[in-house]
């Protein structure tokens, strides 16, 4: 492993699911469930439900690029979600759960956009990709209680439902990058 570490901020969804995910690769090494995107200073996850704080439901991802590069984070970003419904995923409906990179440079911004224009084009969605590419101002950590929630509740139902469905794909697809 390599002294230097690199964050990306995701935006998929739901962060429990996201976390689940990307807590799972080989690189990773650690994911912290938080909120981006919006002009309100330290929301509250109840805040951040009601749509009205501009921030998406986000994590950051921690992560060593001699084991796993950003572009290598975002093909499973891709396939993790759907991220052609703009304020969607599955039942949960809200700006706060858009499909969004935040990049921290021009370096992560050409190969998020770069990633998107592939996988738009690989027909991988049969609707066109609507994530936002757009610069990370400030992140907020979410309250504890979210942080390594799957970790702690993969009993409960919206864990069963909902993010088992999701590893299960990433043991498909990326059974290569998995710790």
């Known amino acids: 492993m390599s002294d230097q570490q690199v964050t990306a901020m995701l935006g998929a969804g739901c ?4 976390e689940a995910v990307f807590s799972r690769l080989r690189g990773v090494t ?3 469930s938080g ?3 919006g002009p309100v ?3 509250t996850y109840q805040e951040v ?6 921030h998406a439901e986000v994590v950051q991802v921690f992560f060593d690029p001699a084991q796993i590069s950003f572009n290598e984070l975002l093909d499973v970003f891709w396939r993790s979600h759907n991220p052609t419904t ?3 995923q599955g039942a949960d409906i809200g700006s706060q759960y858009r499909s969004c990179i935040f990049y921290q440079d021009d370096a992560q911004r050409l ?4 990633s998107r224009q592939e996988a738009d084009a690989s027909g991988l969605w049969p609707d066109p990709i609507v994530t936002e590419i757009v610069p990370l101002t400030t992140f907020f950590p979410a309250e504890s ?5 799957y970790g702690r509740n993969a009993m409960q139902p919206y864990c069963r439902m909902v993010i088992e469905p999701k590893l299960k794909i990433l043991q498909t697809a990326f059974a290569d990058k998995l710790k």
């Open 30 to 32: 650690k994911v912290v």
């Open 15 to 18: 962060f429990w699911c996201v």
């Open 41 to 43: 200073n330290q929301p």
């Open 49 to 54: 439900c009601t749509g009205e704080t501009g």
């Open 111 to 114: 190969v998020a956009e770069r």
């Open 145 to 149: 209680y979210h942080q390594d929630y």
């Open 86 to 88: 703009r304020n969607r």
């Open 35 to 37: 909120y981006a995107g």
